[in-house]
């Protein structure tokens, strides 16, 4: 009787346990520019909009020749926001437009890391407008996969132009190539592609990556950008979530009728021995 009890408690946790809520984090990180009389100031804002606690966030960003590294802040609560203020000097050669790339690292409860990427722009003394424009292809990579991240670029203008080429991804992902030179002619377009590689992406998630273009041209800094997205899938077992519950219900059910069917034997067992 107790094992039957047993089961029958089993069978209710499988079928009535309510569903479980994902919790999440997401980073909504900022940036602002200003010039204090004695040199450029950046700052760098970040807020939690997910529905759990982030731990150990910091930021790195680069802009021009510099490379900055924030202090760790040990947690950011939900719809809490944090920033830090960094100095920038000697970071530019020639006037143009310069890249600011941002990476917001963090970690969950269970200290898994994550980071995400974030882009903007400076413009050193003069702005610049690209004739260069970037636009990426949305990629899905299985989670012990990997793919082809493919990029078209167009060149509205009238001259050809080296560009040098940098995809950034988060660190959940892994891109095998390093700096790439691409010469694009005069109103053409070319396509390239760069291999891309699941580090430690959780599955059913996504990514932004971007591909960063930049080029001198007139004694200016000429940079642009596309960027697109990366499905992490799950792996190709062929098992669904639901599949793996009914099988994992299924094996409860028979286990339960097993023990039940042999506690039964021997409780019969027992009673003719007794007679």
């Given at each position: ?68 590294t ?7 609560s ?20 310069y890249?600011?790339?941002?990476k917001?690292?963090y ?13 903007g ?28 991240l ?18 950034h ?7 095998i ?27 059913n ?34 098992l669904?979530?639901?599949l ?16 039940f ?15």
């Amino acid at each position: 009787m107790r094992i039957s009890i047993a089961f029958i408690i089993v069978l209710i946790a499988v079928f009535f346990a309510p569903t479980a809520h994902a919790t999440y984090i997401s980073m909504e990180t900022g940036f602002e520019f200003r010039d204090d009389g004695h040199g450029l100031i950046l700052r760098l804002t970040t807020r939690n909009k997910g529905d759990e606690p982030a731990y150990a966030v910091q930021f790195e960003a680069s802009l021009g020749k510099v490379s900055i590294t924030g202090k760790t802040i040990p947690r950011l609560s939900v719809n809490e926001k944090a920033g830090e203020e960094f100095e920038i000097k000697d970071a530019f050669m020639i006037p143009g437009h310069y890249p600011l790339i941002i990476k917001t690292h963090y970690q969950d409860a269970n200290s898994y890391r994550f980071s995400s990427l974030t882009l903007g722009y400076y413009d050193h003394k003069t702005p610049v407008i690209s004739n260069i424009s970037v636009r990426g292809e949305e990629l899905d990579v299985s989670a012990n996969g990997g793919g082809k991240l493919k990029f078209i670029l167009r060149n509205s203008g009238d001259q050809a132009h080296m560009l040098t080429l940098d995809l950034h991804v988060p660190n959940e992902l892994a891109s095998i190539e390093g700096t790439r030179t691409l010469r694009i002619g005069p109103k053409s377009e070319e396509t390239i592609a760069f291999t891309v590689k699941n580090f430690s992406a959780l599955e059913n998630s996504s990514y932004a990556v971007f591909l960063l273009a930049q080029y001198q041209h007139d004694e200016k800094h000429n940079s642009t950008s596309g960027s697109t997205i990366v499905h992490i899938s799950p792996m190709s077992s062929g098992l669904t979530p639901s599949l793996w519950l009914l099988i994992t219900s299924g094996a409860v059910i028979v286990l339960g009728l097993a023990i039940f069917l042999i506690r039964r034997r021997g409780t019969a067992k027992q009673l003719q021995t007794q007679l």
